[in-house]
Every structure is written in C-alpha cells, then in structure tokens.
Nanobody, 124 residues
Framework: QVQLAESGGGLVQAGGSLRLSCAAS????????MGWFRQAPGKEREVVAA????????YYANSVKGRFTISRDSAKNTVYLQMNSLKPEDTAVYYC?????????????????WGQGTQVTVSS
C-alpha cells in the first residue's frame, strides 16, 4: 500500500522559508511522477511543482517559479519542496502525490496516490 506522508508545514511570516518533506513508501517509484499540490479554502487544488522520481523534467506553476524548488532523495525515499520568499497567497494545505497515468507532470490526472496534506500559513 502506497503511503505519502507530508511534514514541514507551519506558520511563517511573509518573506520567510519553509521546506516540506514527503516520505514515500509502499512501492518502487521508478517511472512515477511526484508532485506537490496545494488547496486554499474555496479554491480548487492546483499543482505547485512536480518532477519524475528518476529525475529529468520538472514543472512549476507560474506563481511559484523562482521561489519554490522541488527535489528528491532516492536514498531516503523522500521528495522535498523548498519554499522561499513566501507570500500570504501561498497559504494553503499542501499535498504530496504520486502517479504514472501519462497525463503529464502539470496535470492533476497524472496522480492517483495522495498524502493527507500539511498546512502552510503565511502571515503578512
């Protein structure tokens, strides 16, 4: 059974940084896309950043380009999201996801396994 466990969320002031972690277990993720998503109250879930477990292509939402970085540590089976220069509009629940449905990194339909989420709150 696939498990994706997010951690690292919290409260931070605008301009600050956080690093989210996603510990993945339950299968071999070679060939899988790994993504970070977020959902703010009253808004749809949106992709923030994504990459392939084996490396190669990455995807970033325009709103986070230059501020967020996705990375993975295969030895630790963990995917990270480094978030710098945080803004109040980054406030949301952040989810880790995995999948290989073939729709592409930036497509929500690519992902079929999800974590429980971690809250990120950025104060102004």
């Amino acid at each position: 059974q696939v498990q994706l466990a997010e951690s690292g969320g919290g409260l931070v002031q605008a301009g600050g940084s956080l690093r989210l972690s996603c510990a993945a277990s339950g299968r071999t993720f070679t060939g899988y896309a790994m993504g970070w998503f977020r959902q703010a109250p009253g808004k749809e879930r949106e992709v923030v950043a994504a990459t392939y477990w084996s490396g190669g292509s990455t995807y970033y939402a325009n709103s986070v380009k230059g501020r967020f970085t996705i990375s993975r540590d295969s030895a630790k089976n963990t995917v990270y999201l480094q978030m710098n220069s945080l803004k109040p509009e980054d406030t949301a629940v952040y989810y880790c996801a995995a999948g290989r449905t073939g729709y592409g990194l930036g497509d929500l339909r690519q992902y079929d396994d999800w974590g429980q989420g971690t809250q990120v709150t950025v104060s102004s």
